[in-house]
C-alpha cells in the first residue's frame, strides 16, 4: 500500500500530460492484447493441416474433415473453405474468390494497427507537451523577485521529465508491438498466398486429369 | 461453406481488451512510479561530515560619550543601522551596547546534538555618570542549526550572517543581513535562531531590547 502511494506521489509530479498519455498508453495495450489472442485463436495453422496441403498425396476430403476441427472463427479456415466451396468452378474463378477472400483477412489482421503506429509518434510527442509545460512552470517561478520558490522549481523540472519518460516509454512498447503484429500479419498472409496457390494447384491438376480423362474415346 | 458472410474476429472484442490494457497500464505505472521512489528508500550512505560553528560577532561599538544631551539621543541608533531607535528610552545617558568582548574562538560542535553553549555574559558596566546599572542581553537557549539529509549531499561552506532583535521578554525576531545564496539554508538557519531565547539586557534595572549579530557558519564536507 505504502509502494502505491509512493507511486502515485510520483506520477503526481507528471502532471496533466499523464492522463492523454495513459489513455493511449491503455489503447496501445488493448490494441496489443487483441492482436495476441487474434492470432492465438482465429490464425493459427495447425501442422498437420500444412503438411496435408503440401503433399503430393493430397485428398479433398480429408482437407474438408481436418478442416471441420478448426475453429469456424478461424482465418485459414476462411480461406480454405472458399477454396473448397469453389473448386468446381474453373481455377481463374477460384482463384479470383480466393483472392478476394484474403483481402478481406488482410483488411482484417490490419484491423487498428493504424491507431499503434500513431501512439508510436504521438507518445513522444505528448511527452514533449509535458516537458514544455513543466519547464514552463519552472521558470515562471523564477520571476523579477529572483528565485522565491526553489522546491517549485525542482517539482516542474520533475514533472518535465516524468511526462517524457512516461512518453518513451508508450511509444516504446508501441513499437515492438506494431513491428511485432506487422511481421506476424506479412507471415500470415505468405503462408496463407502459398498454401492457396498450392490448392489451386490442385484443382488445376484435377480439371486437367478430367479433361484428360474426357477426352480419351 | 459460405464465404459472403464474413465474420471478423477482430470485430467485437474491444470490451475485454480495453479493460485488460487498463489493468496493465496501471501495473506499468505502479512498476514505473515505484522506480521513483526508490532511490529515496535505498539512499542509505552515511551522512557527510558536517561541521557547524556558530559565531557571536562583538556588539556594535560604544559610540564616544558626548556631553551634550541632543547627541546622547542619537546614540541608540545602532551602527550596524538597526531600524528601531525609538524603542530604546530617550533617557539612557551611556549606549545599550557594551563595550566589546574579544571574539570567542570558533566552537566546533559535533552535528547531532544540540547542546545551548553556556550562556555568555556580558559584562555589566556601571555608569559613572547616573549610576544606571546596564548588562547585555545573555543567550539562556541557543540550538545549532541541524543540518538536513538533503542538503548534506553537496558540499558547502556557508557563513549566515543574521541579526538578533532581543525583545524586553527574551523573544527573538530575526532577520539575515548576510543570507546564504541557498534559500533552504537560509530558512534553516531563521527557523533555527527564531527558537533562541535571551536574558534581556538591563539598563536600569529594567529590561530593555536590543540587537545582536550572529554569524553561523555550515559546513559539509
Request: aromatic share 8%; no cysteine.
Amino acid at each position: 500500500m505504502q509502494d502505491l502511494h509512493e507511486s502515485w506521489i510520483a506520477l503526481k509530479l507528471g502532471g496533466v500530460m499523464i492522463l492523454p498519455l495513459s489513455l493511449l498508453a491503455v489503447l496501445a495495450l488493448a490494441i496489443m492484447l487483441e492482436k495476441a489472442v487474434l492470432y492465438w485463436r482465429y490464425a493459427h495453422l495447425s501442422g498437420e493441416l500444412q503438411n496435408l496441403v503440401e503433399t503430393y498425396g493430397f485428398d479433398w476430403k480429408e482437407l474438408e474433415h481436418k478442416l471441420t476441427a478448426l475453429n469456424n472463427r478461424n482465418y485459414f479456415y476462411r480461406f480454405f473453405s472458399v477454396i473448397l466451396s469453389n473448386r468446381e468452378h474453373p481455377a481463374w474463378w477460384t482463384e479470383s474468390r480466393a483472392a478476394d477472400e484474403a483481402q478481406v483477412i488482410e483488411t482484417g489482421l490490419s484491423r487498428r494497427l493504424w491507431v499503434l503506429e500513431t501512439i508510436v509518434t504521438a507518445a513522444p510527442l505528448l511527452g514533449l507537451m509535458g516537458t514544455i509545460g513543466g519547464m514552463m512552470h519552472a521558470f515562471q517561478l523564477i520571476g523579477g523577485a529572483g528565485l522565491v520558490n526553489p522546491i517549485g522549481v525542482t517539482g516542474g523540472v520533475a514533472q518535465a521529465l516524468i511526462a517524457t519518460a512516461v512518453g518513451l516509454l508508450i511509444a516504446l512498447i508501441s513499437l515492438f508491438g506494431f513491428n511485432y503484429f506487422s511481421r506476424l500479419q506479412a507471415q500470415t498472409m505468405d503462408e496463407m498466398e502459398r498454401l492457396g496457390t498450392r490448392l489451386i494447384d490442385h484443382i488445376r491438376l484435377d480439371q486437367q486429369v478430367r479433361d484428360t480423362a474426357g477426352g480419351q474415346p | 461453406m459460405n464465404s459472403t458472410a464474413v465474420f471478423d474476429p477482430a470485430e467485437p472484442t474491444l470490451w475485454w481488451s480495453l479493460p485488460s490494457g487498463l489493468l496493465l497500464w496501471v501495473i506499468v505505472l505502479w512498476g514505473f512510479g515505484l522506480s521513483f521512489a526508490a532511490p529515496d528508500r535505498v539512499a542509505s550512505a552515511p551522512p557527510a561530515a558536517i561541521d557547524e560553528r556558530i559565531i557571536e560577532l562583538p556588539p556594535p561599538p560604544a559610540p564616544p560619550k558626548l556631553p551634550s544631551r541632543r547627541v546622547v539621543k542619537a546614540t541608540p541608533v545602532p551602527v550596524h543601522a538597526t531600524p528601531q531607535p525609538a524603542l530604546i528610552p530617550p533617557r539612557v545617558v551611556v549606549p545599550v551596547a557594551p563595550p566589546a568582548p574579544p571574539a570567542p574562538p570558533p566552537v566546533h560542535a559535533d552535528p547531532a546534538p544540540v547542546l545551548p553553549p553556556p550562556p555568555k555574559p556580558q559584562p555589566s558596566t556601571d555608569s559613572s555618570q547616573d549610576g544606571t546599572r546596564q548588562m547585555g542581553a545573555r543567550a539562556l537557549y541557543q540550538p545549532k542549526p541541524v543540518v538536513p539529509e538533503d542538503l548534506r549531499d553537496q558540499t558547502m561552506h556557508i557563513v549566515v550572517t543574521a541579526r538578533i532583535h532581543i525583545g524586553t521578554d527574551g523573544n527573538v525576531a530575526v532577520e539575515l543581513v548576510n543570507p546564504a545564496p541557498d534559500p533552504r539554508v537560509n530558512r534553516l538557519v531563521l527557523n533555527t535562531l527564531k527558537t533562541w531565547r535571551f536574558f534581556p539586557a538591563i539598563q536600569a534595572g529594567k529590561p530593555v531590547e536590543s540587537v545582536q549579530d550572529v554569524k553561523v557558519a555550515i559546513d559539509v564536507d
